[in-house]
């Protein structure tokens, strides 16, 4: 399992999406799995990969909350949690969305 964070220095919720990743990987039994990430720096980046706005978190190159909007705009991302909005999902999120993989 290679999980990687897509991110743009715009948007600074990958950090947290990282710790929040880590998290569900040692909650769901795969602590010592390593999250890679990369930078989008320009739109041909966002263009190589399955980017829809900073953050993007994949499992095996896949987005792991597919929601059909690809991207080459370096922009920020929404995801639908429990409780609105946010820039990022839940721990509890990521953990049920790593479980629906294995």
Known sequence: MIFEI???????????????LED????????????KYRLLA?????????FAGSPTI?????DLFESGGRTTDLACR???????LAGLPTTEQLIDAITSHE
Not at 8 to 17: G, S, V
Not at 42 to 50: E, F, G, R
Not at 58 to 62: I, K, M, S, V
Not at 78 to 84: D, H, L, S, V
Request: proline share 6%; aromatic share 6%.
């Open 6 to 20: 897509l991110h743009i220095d715009a948007c600074p919720n990958w950090i947290e999406a990282g710790k929040r």
């Open 24 to 35: 569900a990987l040692t909650a769901t039994g795969h602590g010592d799995t390593p999250v």
């Open 42 to 50: 320009i739109s041909n980046d966002a263009a190589q990969v399955s």
């Open 58 to 62: 994949t499992l095996d190159g896949h």
């Open 78 to 84: 929404i995801y639908f949690t429990p409780t609105g």
